[in-house]
């Protein structure tokens, strides 16, 4: 199964360096019949989509975390698409939402998707206020779309080494 697992730049650094990903709590989001029942319509890749867009919500929460121990971290939503079997469905979680087997190795990645460096101010300050754009405060949910209106780029994953050296 195609899963997207949520990331920072940091957990794409130990997967670059070595060759495994461990996805937090072996969380990922993938394509599932609750995800294509709730949209009962579009295209297999528009669903797909909008399990990437999971992931990358959940990556904001990441770097949310990450901005309580580091106050300057670099600021770019990450999400792996990798090929997996043995993926558990999470309903109750989200529609989305699927439990991985344990830690993704870099062979079974298809591609990284990583925010640029445009979109980092509006990635900050959506992770500054996740919870409360999940709690429905208008103004928090105005940032967390201003960062989700930036397109993730995608790379390789022998492309992963050269890119976190450019950062």
């Known amino acids: 199964m195609r899963v997207y697992i949520p990331a920072t730049l940091a ?15 072996n969380t990922a989001f993938a394509l ?18 909008a399990a990437m ?19 300057k ?42 925010d640029t460096a445009e979109a980092e101010d509006a990635v900050r300050a959506a992770a500054e206020v996740i919870d409360a754009a999940d709690l429905g405060d208008p103004d928090a949910e105005f940032a967390l779309g201003e960062a989700e209106d930036h397109e993730l780029s995608w790379y390789a994953p022998q492309e992963l080494p050269f890119l976190l050296d450019l950062l």
Do not use: F, W
């Not at 957990?11 to 709590?25: C, E, I, K, Q």
């Open 73 to 114: 971290p670099m600021s770019r939503r990450a999400v792996v698409a990798a090929d997996v079997e043995g993926v558990k469905l999470r309903p109750d979680l989200d529609y989305a939402a699927v439990r991985l087997p344990g830690p993704v190795k870099i062979a079974v990645v298809g591609a990284v998707h990583v």
């Open 11 to 25: 957990m794409l650094r130990t997967l670059a360096a070595d060759g495994v990903l461990t996805a937090v709590n």
């Open 32 to 49: 599932t019949p609750a995800l294509r029942e709730y949209y009962r319509d579009g295209e297999a890749e528009e669903l797909e989509y």
């Open 53 to 71: 867009m999971e992931a990358a919500r959940a990556s904001l929460r990441l770097i949310a975390a990450e901005q309580l121990t580091d106050p």
